[in-house]
């Protein structure tokens, strides 16, 4: 599926509170009215489903790769953050090829479950062809992080791995965490974030913003998932704000895990109970 990369779908005009990323380097544009926000917030999701269509089968590779395999050890911080007895009921939103939700299904073993949810079909579709006899208590599903499909407090844990960013409208997806959340459920949320260290960061925004794009361009032949990347971590709110967000969003006992000069964060939070 192409890739289509205009100032509608990148988000440029856009309303709501949060800031959107747009192709040109950052530009935050201001508030619009009512009805062009739902055709705006339409028109991103496009934007992000067809970038993730359009990466589906290479993103596993192309994350560890890029990643030098911290990908996979930020998700496991996450899943011994959650410190999994076994037979906990969990929601893994903004799924993907469900990596986490894999992970997550080893520790609530047997007794428990894990349900992955995504709006991208094609990311879905890479997760379903994981399953196998070894894998009884996970499940995979469409639904929008904006807008679950489940009960309220319905599962003992909610998480959510390179997602959020995605979503502009964060208030809203982590209100929906906070209602299918049981009382006393736990929440973790882990993003790419902007290095915390200084010294690093003319290094990783030469890497982020011109080798990974390049290097998608050679494997990819389109570095529009890997322009908007870099971006989508730079509009991301910032630590503060993102736990702010958390405690307007009813959530309680917020605590923000930074790891490796802090160019991915953990945020923690429970619904009380
Ligand atoms: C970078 S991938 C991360 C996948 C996986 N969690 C991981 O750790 O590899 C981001 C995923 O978020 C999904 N996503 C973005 N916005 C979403 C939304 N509003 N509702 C559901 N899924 C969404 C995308 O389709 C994509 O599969």
Redesign the pocket.
């Known amino acids: 599926m192409p890739v289509v990369m205009n100032d509608r779908l990148a988000g440029r005009g856009n309303a709501g509170g949060r800031r959107t990323p747009d192709d040109s380097g950052g530009g935050w544009p201001g508030r619009d009215s009512a009805p062009l926000e739902t055709a705006e917030q339409r028109g991103r999701?496009i934007f992000?489903?067809e970038i993730?269509a359009s990466i589906a089968s290479d993103?596993d590779f192309l994350?560890s790769f890029f990643s030098f395999g911290l990908?996979q050890r930020w998700?496991r911080r996450l899943v011994s953050l959650l410190d999994l007895k076994g037979g906990e009921r969990i929601l893994?939103?903004?799924?993907?090829?469900g990596?986490?939700a894999f992970l997550l299904a080893r520790k609530v073993r047997k007794g428990g479950s894990v349900r992955g949810?995504?709006?991208?079909r094609e990311?879905l579709g890479e997760a379903q062809k994981k399953l196998g006899a070894r894998s009884p208590n996970i499940s995979f599903g469409f639904?929008?992080?904006?807008a679950l499909d489940f009960a309220e407090n319905s599962f003992d844990a909610v998480t959510?791995?390179?997602?959020m960013r995605?979503?502009p409208d964060t208030a809203s997806?982590l209100r929906q965490a906070f209602r299918v959340l049981k009382p006393g459920g736990r929440f973790c949320c882990l993003e790419l974030t902007p290095p915390t260290d200084r010294r690093v960061k003319p290094l990783y925004e030469v890497y982020c913003f011109r080798v990974m794009p390049f290097i998608a361009m050679r494997v990819l032949k389109t570095a529009v998932p890997y322009n908007y990347l870099p971006r989508s971590i730079r509009a991301f709110p910032s630590r503060d704000e993102f736990r702010r967000t958390l405690e307007d969003c009813g959530f309680t006992g917020v605590s923000v895990h930074s790891m490796t000069f802090g160019i991915a964060t953990i945020f923690e939070a429970r619904k009380a109970g």
């Open positions: 999701d992000i489903q993730f993103i994350s990908d998700r893994d939103v903004c799924t993907g090829t990596k986490l949810v995504d709006f991208s990311m639904s929008d992080a904006k959510v791995s390179f997602g995605n979503i997806a």
